[in-house]
C-alpha cells in the first residue's frame, strides 16, 4: 500500500517538473519573440518618421511648384492638367489651327515656342510693311496720274459745254428751218400718197395673178421633169428564157420555162434577136403567148406577132416584164391608163392583164384618186400612165406625185405604159383568150383546138419547121 502511494507520488512529481520544463521553455520562446518585436516596432517607427519627413517635403516642394507656375496650394493635379491643355491650345497652335502635341509640350517649351512665332511675325511683318510701301508709292503715283486727268477733262468739259451752246443755238435755228419745210412737204407727201395708194392696189392684184401663173407652171415643170425622170431606163433587164424550136407556118413555138419555172398558160412574152442580153432600148421582134405547158422546163406557145422579113428563130430570146422564172413579180400603176385608145380609164385591165400572167399588182390608184396598197422595195416596176392634170378626179395628181417619189426614194424603176405592154408581148384582148381564177387547164386545151381548127399536138422533131 506505501508502495503504491509513493509511486504516485513520484508520478506527481514527475509531471510537476516536466510542466515547469515546459512552462520555462515557453517562457523564453515568448520573451524572445516580444523582444524581437519590441526591436522591430522601433525600427518601423524609425522608417516612417523618415517617410513621413519625406512627404511633408515633397509636399512643400509640390506647393511651390504650383506656386511657380501659376496655381495656389489648393488647386487640383486635375485642374492643372486642363490648365495646361488649354495654354498650348492657346500658345503653341500653328497658324492653320492645328492643336499642338500636348504630350510633346511643357511650361519651359512653351516660352521657346512664343519666341519662335514671335520671330516669324516679326519677318512677315516687315515683309508685308515693305509691301505696304510699295503699295503706297503706286497709289500716291496713280493719285497724281489720276489729278492730272481729271484736270484735263474739267477744261475738255468746259469747252464742250461752250461748243454746246453754240450748237444748241445752231439747231434751234435750223430746227425752225426744217419745221417750216416739213409743213410744205407734208402737203405734198399727202397728195404723192393718195397716188402711190392707187399704184399700190393695182400693183397687189397684178401681183397676186402673176405669182398663180408662176406657182402653176412650177407645177407644171415639177411634174414635167418628174415624168421625164421616171421614163428614163434606169434598170438592165435581162432575157427569162429562150426558142428552142420554132414553126413559123403554123405560128407555134417551144420554149425552156416550164412547171419548175411557175409558168402559167396564156403568159404572153416579147422575142428579141438571138445573143440580145441587153434590153434596155432594144427593139422586139414579135411575141408569143404560152398555151400548154408540157413538164419542169418546156412549154408550147403561139406567135401572137411577128415581122415577116424578121422571123422569130430557134435561139431567140424571151422577156416579159410581168414575170420572173420561179417568182411572181410586183408592180405598181399610176396615172391615166389608156391600153386600146378609147379615151377610157384601163387600170382594172391592166391590172387583169399582169395578174393573169403570174404578176402582183402592189398598189395602184382607183378612181377617186386614191392609193391602194403600198410602195415597197420589191415592186419592180412603177407602170406610168399619163400625167394627171386638175381636171381629173380630186387627188389623183397628189397620188401621182407621191406614188412617184416613192418610186425613187425606194429605187423602183418607172416606164411607160405602152413600153410595159411592149415588153409582156402584150398584142391586143381581142387575140387573147384570158384566164379567170376558175380557168383550168383542159378548157384552154379546147379552146386552143378549136381556134386552131385541125393544130396536131406533137414534139418538135427538129430546130425548126419554117
Not at 477744261?155 to 444748241?168: G, I, N, P, R, S
Not at 397684178?206 to 415624168?227: F, H, P, S, T, Y
Amino acid at each position: 500500500m506505501a508502495a503504491r502511494d509513493n509511486q504516485g507520488l513520484q508520478i506527481a512529481v514527475i509531471l510537476m517538473v516536466m510542466m515547469v520544463v515546459g512552462l520555462g521553455i515557453t517562457t523564453g520562446v515568448f520573451y524572445n519573440a516580444n523582444l524581437k518585436a519590441q526591436t522591430d516596432a522601433k525600427d518601423a517607427n524609425t522608417r516612417a518618421q523618415s517617410e513621413s519627413s519625406k512627404s511633408r517635403e515633397y509636399l512643400l516642394e509640390r506647393n511651390r511648384l504650383k506656386v511657380m507656375i501659376g496655381h495656389t496650394d489648393e488647386t487640383t493635379m486635375e485642374e492643372i492638367e486642363t490648365q495646361f491643355a488649354n495654354d498650348v491650345a492657346s500658345f503653341v497652335a500653328d497658324e492653320n489651327g492645328t492643336p499642338a502635341d500636348v504630350q510633346a509640350v511643357n511650361y519651359r517649351k512653351i516660352p521657346v515656342e512664343l519666341r519662335n512665332k514671335y520671330a516669324t511675325l516679326e519677318q512677315q511683318l516687315a515683309t508685308r510693311t515693305a509691301e505696304v510701301n510699295t503699295l503706297t508709292a503706286e497709289r500716291d503715283s496713280i493719285r497724281a496720274t489720276t489729278t492730272a486727268a481729271i484736270d484735263k477733262a474739267k477744261a475738255e468739259k468746259d469747252a464742250a459745254e461752250a461748243k454746246l451752246q453754240k450748237l444748241t443755238a445752231d439747231y434751234q435755228a435750223e430746227r425752225q428751218s426744217l419745221q417750216d419745210d416739213q409743213k410744205k412737204v407734208l402737203a405734198s407727201k399727202q397728195g404723192i400718197e393718195g397716188q402711190v395708194a392707187q399704184v399700190t392696189a393695182k400693183f397687189a392684184a397684178d401681183k397676186k395673178v402673176m405669182e398663180k401663173q408662176i406657182k402653176d407652171l412650177e407645177i407644171l415643170v415639177a411634174g414635167l421633169n418628174k415624168v421625164k425622170q421616171d421614163l428614163e431606163p434606169q434598170i438592165t433587164d435581162r432575157p427569162d428564157g429562150k426558142i428552142v424550136w420554132s414553126n413559123q407556118r403554123e405560128q407555134t413555138v417551144w420554149i425552156n420555162l416550164g412547171s419548175q419555172d411557175l409558168l402559167r398558160p396564156q403568159m404572153t412574152f416579147s422575142v428579141f434577136p438571138v445573143g440580145q442580153e441587153n434590153l434596155a432600148g432594144a427593139k422586139s421582134k414579135g411575141s408569143i403567148e404560152v398555151t400548154k405547158i408540157h413538164d419542169g422546163h418546156q412549154a408550147e406557145a403561139r406567135i401572137t406577132s411577128f415581122d415577116v422579113s424578121n422571123p422569130i428563130m430557134p435561139g431567140d430570146t424571151i422577156f416579159t416584164a410581168t414575170w420572173t422564172p420561179g417568182h411572181p413579180e410586183k408592180f405598181a400603176i399610176v396615172g391615166y391608163i389608156d391600153i386600146d385608145g378609147d379615151d377610157k380609164d384601163d387600170t382594172d385591165d391592166l391590172r387583169q392583164i399582169i395578174e393573169t400572167s403570174g404578176g402582183v399588182v402592189a398598189a395602184y390608184v382607183d378612181d377617186t384618186g386614191s392609193i391602194k396598197g403600198a410602195i415597197t422595195p420589191d415592186i419592180r416596176y412603177l407602170i406610168l400612165g399619163k400625167r394627171p392634170t386638175d381636171k381629173t378626179s380630186e387627188g389623183s395628181l397628189t397620188s401621182y406625185s407621191q406614188m412617184s417619189e416613192a418610186a425613187r426614194g425606194n429605187g423602183i424603176q418607172a416606164i411607160r405604159v405602152d413600153q410595159f405592154l411592149d415588153w409582156a408581148g402584150y398584142v391586143g384582148a381581142e387575140e387573147l383568150v384570158r384566164l379567170n381564177a376558175a380557168s383550168k387547164l383542159e378548157e384552154l386545151e379546147a379552146a386552143a383546138e378549136k381556134e386552131k381548127a385541125g393544130f396536131q399536138k406533137r414534139r418538135p422533131a427538129g430546130n425548126s419547121a419554117f
